[in-house]
Structure formats: C-alpha cells, structure tokens
C-alpha cells in the first residue's frame, strides 16, 4: 500500500514573514498527520525560518532544486550539503520550469539524481508534455524519453527513495487540469516503463504525483486514481486552507 505525499512548491514566492505566517497555519491541522506524508518546499531563503517552525511536527521539508556538484566555483547553486544541514529532506529536480527556462536537460537531472540519491536526500522527479505535443499526440513519447533519462543507472533499491511527478506542462498555472482519466492513463504508463526499468516491485512501490492544477475542487476524484499518489502543488499550496484541503482529500 503506497502512502499518498502531498508536496508544495512554493516557487519564487513568499518573504521569510510570510513563509512563517503560512506554515503556521499548516501546523494548525497537519503538524501531527500521519496518514498522508506531508511536505513543503519553500525558497531557499525560508528553508531555515520553516525548518525552525517545522521541528516536532511530521511535516517535511523540502526544497526546489539542488546542484550536481559537491561545491566550488558555481556562482548562485546550492549543494546537498547546505541542504542536508538545514533538514531538508526532499528535493523537486526537474521540474518543467527548470527544463523550460533554464535549459536543463534529462541529463542533467540525472546527474542531481544521483546526487541526491547518493547523499540520502529523497529526489521528487519531474516529467510532463507541453501542449503542442500532446495534442501532436507525443504524450507517450516525450513522458518516456523524460523519465528513462532522468532515472536512468538507478537501481531497484534506489527507487525506495525516489518520488516521480507527472506534470503535464500545459495545466500548470494555467487552471486547466488533466481529467482524472487522461492523468491515470500517464501515471499507468509511467509505472509501466519503471517496470521496464527495474522490476515490478519497484514498479509497485513508487509513488508517482499529479502535477499540473491540483487543488481542493479536484483532489478527491484524481487522488482515488490507482496509479495516482499524491500531488505535487503550486498555486494552491500558497494558502494554509486550500492545502489542507487538498492533503485532507488524500486522507
């Protein structure tokens, strides 16, 4: 039985104060929840503040990117290490604003896969079509050369720690939302191509998210999908209530 994981992706929003004033209000409700795994993922400039807020509570801390390299000469990345001494224990790669804007490539996420993996820091990977490929009918085709490239040499064990988001790039901050079916029918597949990949018990263990306008109005009916584990949220993680709902639904 795969436990459901709500994460937040707070993006590029929310001063320390107001980072402090929303996790507060998460604490309200979810500070003990134990039936589904909770995290948030603020900016780096918060991580400290809510990691402070988060002690004694079964929320986890996340963060949204994450370089491949040790340390050095890498002028605005941050390392695993940084990280890891402020608690965090996940961390989004690939997510398509990342790939979008700043040109990062299945190897490259591969590269701060392993990273991760290797320094016990638990990857949330990101895959998902843009519209003109889907309606070009590449769904397929783009979903499996993302996720065979970014997860490419993990091996069955690794899968344990790894968390993969289905993101269909065309519903995300866009208000518009895969149905329940068109999303069940890319987490199904991408199960599959695990299997390929690795084996069915690692297949069968890895929780695969929902990504793309994921919010209270919707959660119920994409969360009772079979192959769908939980939510990677944006726009409605930045408000204590409406992520509460959504986690709720999880329940």
């Known amino acids: 039985m795969r436990k459901k994981i709500i994460a937040g992706n707070w993006k590029m929003n929310k001063t320390i104060a107001d980072a402090i004033t929303l996790v507060d209000g998460l604490k309200v409700d979810l500070s003990g929840c134990v039936e589904v795994e909770v995290v948030v993922c603020p900016p780096f400039t918060a991580l400290k503040s809510v990691g402070d807020k988060l002690t004694n509570t079964q929320?986890?801390?996340?963060?949204q990117n994450m370089s491949a390299e040790e340390d050095g000469a890498y002028t605005g990345e941050i390392s695993h290490s940084m990280l890891k001494e402020l608690f965090v224990?996940?961390?989004?790669?690939?997510?398509?604003?990342?790939?979008?804007?700043?040109k990062e490539t299945d190897c490259v996420v591969n590269k701060k896969v392993k990273k991760a993996l290797e320094k016990n820091l638990r990857p949330i990977v990101c895959v998902g079509e843009k519209l003109a490929e889907r309606e070009a009918g590449k769904t397929e085709a783009v979903v499996e050369a993302q996720v065979r490239g970014s997860l490419a040499d993990i091996?069955?064990?690794q899968f344990e720690n790894v968390v993969v988001a289905y993101e269909p790039v065309w519903a995300i901050g866009t208000g518009k939302t895969a149905t329940s079916e068109q999303a069940q029918e890319v987490h199904a597949f991408i199960r599959g191509i695990i299997r390929d990949m690795v084996g069915e018990k690692a297949a069968n263990g890895l929780r695969i998210q929902y990504g793309g306008s994921m919010k209270a109005s919707n959660a119920k009916e994409l969360l009772a999908?079979?192959?769908?584990?939980?939510?990677?949220?944006?726009?409605?993680a930045l408000e204590a209530r409406s992520f509460i709902d959504i986690v709720k639904?999880?329940?």
């Open 155 to 157: 091996t069955a064990e």
């Open 59 to 63: 929320i986890k801390l996340g963060c």
């Open 89 to 102: 224990k996940y961390v989004i790669l690939g997510h398509s604003e990342r790939r979008e804007y700043y």
């Open 225 to 236: 999908q079979p192959d769908i584990d939980g939510g990677l949220i944006g726009g409605a």
């Open 249 to 251: 639904a999880a329940m």
